[in-house]
């Protein structure tokens, strides 16, 4: 049980086009949903967390107009990089949370972002 | 805010042991996680201590003292297969997980 899910595994776009990326908790609704991003030899970064039906919430020094967070449903969410940069190129990865009394979190694959 | 702070790179040979250690800084602990990430992955949950004391788990064990604001995880039996990144994770507040820049550990025969 708890398997999250990411697509696409890996994604390559030019400069200036946007990137969707899809997190799908398969068998558990996810109350919170949590993106990360981590650059090579560096460890996870949070960029947001976000709750079905609410806006997300940014951290400190991530554009919440460029990384756009979308939790329709207790099983998706959705991160799309606007307007890509080479500097945006990174390892992004989600995260879920099931029960909201429970500090675990179920990470997915992961997705290989490269903007040339 | 969090300091968290493990070793770069730990090298040991296939059947020793290991020990990474983890030290950290905040406010509103509310557990610690180790997590093991092979490169290109996500990481993977190996274990969660919020009480002081050791808590053993087939070959990987974690320890925490929170008095010191400490942790280690403890690998026996090493295998080629344990050569991964190791995560040091603490949770701040309700559900805010902050990460280690992680261990490299290189296992070799």
């Known amino acids: 049980g708890a398997v999250v899910s990411q697509h696409p595994s890996w994604v390559i776009c030019k400069s200036g086009t946007s990137v969707k990326i899809e997190c799908r908790s398969l068998d558990f609704q996810a109350t919170t949903m949590f993106w990360y991003r981590q650059f090579p030899k560096q460890s996870l970064m949070l960029m947001a967390t976000?709750?079905?039906?609410?806006?997300?919430?940014?951290e400190q020094g991530v554009e919440k107009d460029k990384f756009l967070i979308n939790h329709a449903s207790l099983t998706l969410s959705t991160l799309t990089v606007t307007s890509a940069h080479p500097e945006d190129s990174s390892f992004y990865i989600c995260?879920?949370?099931?029960?909201?009394?429970?500090?675990?979190?179920?990470f997915g694959p992961g997705t290989r972002l490269t903007v040339t | 805010g969090q300091n968290i702070d493990q070793p770069t790179e730990m090298t040991a040979t296939e059947g020793a042991i290991v020990q990474i250690n983890c030290t950290y800084q905040t406010s509103g602990f509310n557990g610690l996680f180790w997590y093991q990430q092979h490169a290109g992955e996500a990481p993977t949950f190996l274990s969660y201590?919020?009480?002081?004391g050791l808590e053993e788990k087939g070959r990987f064990s974690s320890f925490l003292s929170r008095s010191k604001g400490y942790s280690y995880l403890l690998l026996k039996e090493l295998q080629m297969k344990d050569s991964a990144s190791y995560l040091c994770a603490v949770i701040e507040g309700d559900y805010k997980l902050s990460f280690g820049a992680g261990t490299t550990v290189t296992v070799r025969a």
């Open positions: 201590n919020v009480l002081d």
């Open positions: 995260s879920a949370r099931g029960e909201a009394s429970s500090y675990e979190q179920y």
């Open positions: 976000s709750n079905e039906g609410s806006k997300a919430t940014y």
